[in-house]
């Protein structure tokens, strides 16, 4: 049997990803579940899911598997010596709304520590990896700067404090041009990623929802903060230094 | 006596330059420090040029070789070259800037020109085309004589002329076509579509067919056949949507298959089809020349059929060949979304689905 070294998995997962995408848009057989009121689960998630476990069964059965959808257990996950970690479909949501905001997120974890990640995104058809060994590629993105713009936000849904939220939006509406938030913190870090947002800030997301892009932006040398706590991550990345400090101020006052 | 540098030790650096350059003293660099260790070993190295069915060899053994930039005198040149493919510019070391003469970029993009000025924050890079088939390799006996041995056509080497250009270098290199950049983009219209599109061309099919290099290819009918169709469509699209000289491109046009014929030229399919991603560039050979055709009102069948063998090149030594070779992971439509660009429901995709269906 053919054996793939950790980039080719994670390329090869990512194109089994693609095809999905592109079966579903000619079928369009996504219906869904819901869950919650904010969270839901489409077909498509599911679909993903499986396809991403039945692979790397077949690819690489060595590696763990845990996602969103599936074993969505985090508890000591960086004690696990290989993790594939799984969004299959951050901003669920958004296929129901039509909005162009979702994508998929797979990372490949050593002891908590993302050495590979792979982000697809079907709405733009863009391709972002990251490799230790290689360092970060991507198939069109074109990045700016942007010192200007506005400021992702991005909190868990199980996440109650609004004090806390208008803390941040005072903080984020001094220093930038606002608020953004469209329903996909993975979306939102893309953005981040191509230049066209200040910044990002997630409070207590899903490790899955933004861990893929950690080791990205610590190889851009933005101003990056990260503290995983349970299966929650509080996530603060910037191109300006001014707002990261006042964010990351608020949230260690806070 | 003048000194020139080449950065690059490859086909067009190793095997047709130094035929241009009798006037000057060579200095070759290469980041593999192997094969500049071999060539310093051997005394040098053959270049071995076809002239007719004749081969006549030039034996290159006064050159100085280096993989470490620390040991060139980068203010010693009065010209320089780089040819060492287009995706490894990023990686060319940026004290090259320092170079204090003309600088070539040979890498079969004007692009590379901008970019080359950028990355080495140097002003004085111009753009050449090699209009000249040099294979990466040699027959076997030559190989037998000297293992890093190569063999090219008699070329023609055009180099844009500038400010930076003095008459004292021109007079070193007699055989140059100097021309002024608009001669120089006509040049290049001309050897990227009716030279590179069915080169590469040749190459895919020469892959399916199981062949070693091109000639070996183009004896085969049916690879002649597509191949004379290719140029066909190219030669229509050109005249239809450039204003070159009709003439100039049908003699430009009638000599391909017969180069690519050459069997002296020992031209490997594994260099010519090499990294098929690069060369489904939008606006590339493969692909910009289908959007022209259609924009000509020309149907470019061939060259759907031509695309779709490039995504049969899956040859497992390639940069390419892990995307290549998994393209049924991801479907068709997602490869030429991803990772050509291409919009699925545009009419070169659907050309290009129906002749990879049917290949």
């Not at chain 1, 932006?217 to 400090?245: N, P």
């Not at chain 2, 260099?271 to 149907?299: C, D, N, Q, Y």
């Amino acid at each position: 049997m053919k054996t793939y070294n950790i980039d080719q998995t994670l390329q090869l997962l990512s194109f089994k990803v693609m095809k999905i995408f592109d079966d579903c848009k000619h079928t369009q057989t996504i219906d869904h579940k819901e869950n919650q009121y904010r969270d839901i689960v489409t077909n498509l998630d599911l679909i993903i899911d499986s396809e991403l476990k039945n692979s790397l069964k077949k690819i690489n059965p060595n590696i763990i598997y845990k996602s969103e959808e599936s074993d969505f257990n985090l508890k000591d996950f960086n004690k696990i010596k290989k993790l594939l970690l799984v969004d299959p479909l951050d901003g669920s949501k958004n296929i129901e709304t039509n909005l162009p905001f979702n994508q998929t997120m797979i990372s490949y974890l050593e002891k908590g520590v993302v050495l590979n990640s792979a982000i697809i995104n079907p709405n733009n058809r863009e391709l972002l990896y990251y490799s230790k060994k290689l360092g970060t590629s991507s198939n069109k993105i074109v990045q700016k700067n942007n010192f200007t713009g506005p400021v992702y936000l991005a909190y868990g849904s199980t996440f109650s404090d609004n004090q806390f939220l208008t803390g941040i939006i005072e903080v984020i509406n001094a220093l930038s041009a606002g608020v953004y938030r469209w329903g996909s913190a993975g979306s939102g870090l893309m953005e981040l990623y191509k230049g066209n947002l200040k910044g990002f800030v997630g409070k207590s997301i899903k490790i899955w929802d933004a861990i893929s892009y950690i080791p990205i932006f610590e190889d851009l040398e933005t101003f990056i903060y990260h503290k995983t706590y349970e299966d929650k991550l509080d996530l603060i990345i910037s191109y300006d230094e001014e707002i990261f400090q006042e964010l990351k101020k608020y949230f260690h006052d806070k | 006596m003048a000194r020139a540098l080449i950065i690059g030790a490859g086909a067009i650096g190793r095997g047709y330059l130094p035929w241009e350059l009798k006037n000057f003293e060579i200095d070759f660099y290469d980041q593999n420090i192997d094969l500049i260790e071999s060539l310093i070993s051997n005394n040098g190295y053959r270049s071995f040029m076809s002239f007719g069915d004749k081969l006549q060899e030039l034996h290159i053994s006064d050159a100085s070789f280096f993989s470490n930039i620390n040991n060139i005198n980068l203010n010693s040149y009065q010209i320089a070259f780089i040819c060492i493919g287009p995706r490894n510019l990023t990686h060319l070391d940026k004290r090259f800037g320092e170079l204090n003469c003309p600088l070539f970029s040979l890498e079969n993009d004007y692009k590379t020109v901008d970019f080359l000025k950028y990355h080495l924050a140097k002003e004085d890079i111009s753009f050449g085309v090699p209009d000249v088939i040099t294979s990466l390799t040699a027959s076997p006996e030559n190989l037998k004589i000297d293992c890093n041995a190569l063999h090219t056509e008699n070329g023609l080497l055009h180099l844009e002329k500038n400010f930076n250009v003095n008459h004292e270098l021109m007079d070193l290199l007699p055989k140059i076509n100097w021309v002024d950049r608009e001669m120089m983009i006509k040049e290049w219209d001309a050897k990227l579509y009716i030279h590179n599109t069915p080169h590469c061309i040749a190459a895919f099919y020469g892959h399916l067919h199981g062949c070693n290099y091109v000639h070996e290819a183009l004896a085969i009918d049916e690879v002649y056949m597509e191949l004379s169709g290719v140029i066909d469509e190219v030669l229509q699209t050109l005249k239809i949507k450039t204003n070159h000289d009709h003439k100039f491109l049908e003699w430009y046009a009638e000599k391909e298959i017969a180069r690519f014929s050459n069997k002296l030229l020992f031209d490997p399919i594994r260099r010519v089809g090499r990294e098929p991603l690069r060369k489904l560039a939008p606006e590339g050979r493969l692909l910009g020349i289908m959007t022209m055709a259609l924009e000509a009102g020309i149907f470019p069948l061939y060259l759907a059929r031509g695309v779709a063998a490039a995504l049969k090149f899956d040859l497992a030594e390639d940069p390419d060949s892990f995307i290549i070779s998994n393209i049924d992971e991801m479907g068709v439509n997602s490869f030429l979304e991803y990772m050509i660009s291409l919009d699925s429901n545009s009419i070169q995709a659907k050309l290009i689905k129906s002749a990879y269906e049917n290949l």
